[in-house]
């Protein structure tokens, strides 16, 4: 009996290894998908720092499960707003974004952290010279 346990002991390992480690899977995942709304958008650069969403800017994406992004960012300095038309991907707890627009959205990498009910994706980087610090929230769907 123990020699057979013995002999079993490596496929058992590998299930528990495989049941623990989960998926690596850069394919987007299903509860995280929605529309998020910046909650936290504060960059600081050399002219000091700036509360961005007080200034009047901000950031709206909505992740689609099948992997694609949408969404809209405006920029209160330049009145501008940009298409951030794209794709995401989610490696364990982190998230990228690849967009035709030059953002620094495209340049973070964002941490999925829980909030209750609902995720948050978090950034702290730099783009440009600027340290970008922002917090997407998760917001509900109707």
Known sequence: MKRSLIKRAPIFFGIAAMVA???????PRQAV?????????????SSGQTDQL???????????????????????STNADTDMA???????????F??????FVRNLTFDV????????????GGFSGTRIQITLTQQPTL
């Open 21 to 27: 480690c989960g998926s690596d899977s850069t394919a």
């Open 33 to 45: 998908a929605g529309p998020y709304v910046a909650t936290q958008f504060v960059t600081t650069g």
């Open 54 to 76: 007080l200034a009047g800017s901000g950031l709206f994406l909505s992740l689609n499960a099948n992997g694609s992004v949408t969404g809209q960012l405006h920029l209160a």
């Open 86 to 96: 794209g794709t995401w991907t989610q490696v364990g707890n982190t998230i990228t």
């Open 98 to 103: 690849a967009q035709g627009a030059d953002t």
């Open 113 to 124: 952290v829980p909030d209750v009910n609902r995720w948050q994706l978090v950034a702290d």
